[in-house]
């Protein structure tokens, strides 16, 4: 699995950023070239470097379930026609009908956030 694919999108990053969501991640989204790097790490012959200047936290799959409140699961699932093999993640309150959808678990994780704070029905 492609590390893109285990981490939040840019533009979920930048959303949760401007919802205040403290900017401690593991990789970084680089604002201006999309380059998911890790913090302090220099590529040779690159203009992107790693430095925290200029980027967003690409939150992974567990420090997204860290900030979600416990009772938010996390479940992949098929999707469209039947032996398609297509699945979709959705993240919700265990025994709610209210649920998030996306093609990745960390993007699932990270717009059930994102709505969680913007309706402040929690705090991160």
Known sequence: MKLEQQVCSLE???RLRELEVKQE???WWHDGC???VKPHVKRQNDYCVGTQNGSVSAFTVAELGEMLPI?????RRPYGSIGANEYRWLTGKYDDDYVI???TEADARAKMLIYLLEKKLITV
């Open 12 to 14: 979920l990053a930048k």
């Open 25 to 27: 991640s593991l990789f």
């Open 34 to 36: 999309s380059a998911l």
């Open 71 to 75: 009772e938010y699961i996390s479940q």
């Open 101 to 103: 959808s996306a093609s």
